[in-house]
């Protein structure tokens, strides 16, 4: 089993309130190069800032490293428009970042880094790929392909209160700036990243399209994101099944929307519970408080542990944490106790 | 444990009948960078070759990865120098392929390289790494920097008869085109590099002086190239114990030379010898008729090694030359018997 990650930026992320992929916007063009660095070192090297959002919770990639501490699975890093350095190892597939979808094209090669994408992961030799992604504002953007391939467009958030409207009012604006009613890209999912998508989708559709041509087993995994992948796969005219693994955290906040998604797409769903519920976790108690939620194949990775193995998975994320600088005690806010002494 | 690849390309490699890395000198350019890919895959993914010699051994980089499949270390490949793409994860340190030392400046950026390298090793979260190389005509520009620097000069080779007056020559025209005499870069290793070497040299000085630095553990993977880059480092001043490994096919053509330039330079050796000679497998006798001898730190990886597993990983050795496409049977000379049916 191989973990691909597709990391990369858009210019859409850096719309007013849309993602908590960082601290602060300027900082969130830097959470895929250090994400991509959490995976493969276990912790930021180059990149100047260890990805948690405003209210402290870490990034996704720190439970995916977890997993990886224990479960020992093979990862290849794919270069999908990085915008800054990474000390990563990566494949350079010549992908550029996004643009803004409040311009016509924000992402002019949408077919040929398809076709690099499908051709790459065509050639490899493993039996089964599980293909995640990290880019921040990547919700916003699978909100935008879903509306112009006339897709029922529900999509999460990395935020506990997901600023939907605000995502709404940006892909209206999109579809203005690609002269572009909803739905009108039907059957065209190519068009529909050129015009309203980001890198990282053209990168993922091509990864599992090549892969899928190679008989090779793909599991998409991530939350809605991959749904709009699902959908532009579907657009493309891919039969066959497909399959999807996200967290807890997407299946709770979206309900029945997700699995509706995956039956009228044809997709098999896993849904992984960490149980980080049952912990004590400053960490863990952000996630259960709806924040981050899944992202750099979270759930796909979670889908990996057996039960009898998953405390260990929770004892080494918290080891994780504390390699990132974040402190159990310090980040927990006081208890009134502590106030009042 | 991480083994760091630093792989690289130079024009000097292009010197007629010096190298075996590749079954013709146009070919020869892909070498790095499919040893990179079957170092991360198992086998070439985007290069159009495997990298075996004109005599149809394969590249260490299958001994190498036989060994990472049995034994499951961390790999991170650095791009220092690769003139052709590779589908490998690598890490991008701005490393541009070396010129023909035969030209004045072959390695005109060497100090920036050695501090850019230097900056990602030293940030590393690793305990101990092992540091290899893979730069067709390697051999050559290690002669050609010990020149130099004034030092004992005696390399190796990947082809069974040493060509060794023809690097000498090439070395000869190297000097000339520099304007230096013998030691004239005594004690200035990057000046040696820059005039006299090739971008992999730079990139390795780097990758151990910030490890170091950073009181991580080092081990030079490889022979008489690692021989000039730890005189290298010592002519930069570096004080304190260095280790190479290396395997016997390296000690065995080297004879004295090998332990007596450890010695000089303080470096503890360990020689590595894979039992090759007690296997009927066509690859392994190609490696015990002194060919390739070594590469894509294949020694070091071979130290990680434990006597009990060892067959184990002969066993995996055959399986990955058969995933190479050297067949056993095919590649073998034909018998007596067999030539008069």
Do not use: W
């Amino acid at each position: 089993m191989r973990l691909l990650l597709p990391a990369g930026t858009t210019e859409t992320a850096l719309v007013d309130g849309i993602s908590a992929a960082g601290a602060t916007p300027e900082l969130m063009k830097h959470t895929p190069s250090a994400d991509a660095e959490i995976l493969a070192y276990g912790q930021p090297v180059a990149a100047p800032v260890t990805p948690v959002s405003p209210n402290g919770c870490p990034t996704p990639a720190a439970v995916t490293r977890a997993v990886r501490e224990v479960c020992e699975f093979d990862v290849s890093i794919v270069d999908a428009g990085l915008a800054e350095p990474t000390a990563a190892p990566t494949v350079d597939l010549g992908v550029d970042p996004g643009a803004d979808i409040r311009e016509s094209t924000p992402v002019p090669d949408a077919a040929s880094i398809f076709d690099r994408a499908a051709t790459y992961a065509s050639s490899l030799p493993d039996d089964d790929l599980v293909i995640g992604e990290t880019v921040p504002g990547g919700t916003t953007t699978a909100l935008a392909v879903l509306t112009a391939l006339g897709e029922p467009a529900a999509v999460s958030s990395s935020l506990p209160a997901n600023p939907i409207e605000r995502k709404r009012r940006v892909v209206d604006e999109a579809l203005e700036a690609s002269d572009l009613r909803s739905g009108g890209l039907d059957g065209q999912p190519l068009e529909a990243i050129e015009r309203m998508g980001d890198p990282v989708q053209a990168t993922v559709m091509g990864l599992v399209t090549g892969a899928l041509e190679a008989d090779i087993d793909v599991t998409l995994a991530g939350g809605t994101q991959m749904i709009a992948v699902a959908a532009l796969l579907r657009h493309a005219g891919l039969e066959g099944p497909l399959s999807i693994a996200t967290t807890s955290f997407v299946a709770d906040e979206q309900g029945d929307r997700l699995g509706e998604a995956c039956y009228r797409l044809n997709c098999e769903l896993t849904v992984t519970d960490p149980g980080f519920d049952e912990r004590e976790h400053v960490s863990m108690e952000r996630y259960c408080a709806g924040e981050a939620k899944e992202g750099v194949a979270m759930g796909g990775a979670l889908s990996l542990v057996s039960e009898d193995r998953l405390p260990t998975v929770l004892d080494r994320f918290e080891v994780v944490c504390d390699r990132l600088g974040i402190d159990d005690e310090r980040a927990r806010p006081p208890t009134e106790g502590e106030r009042g002494s």
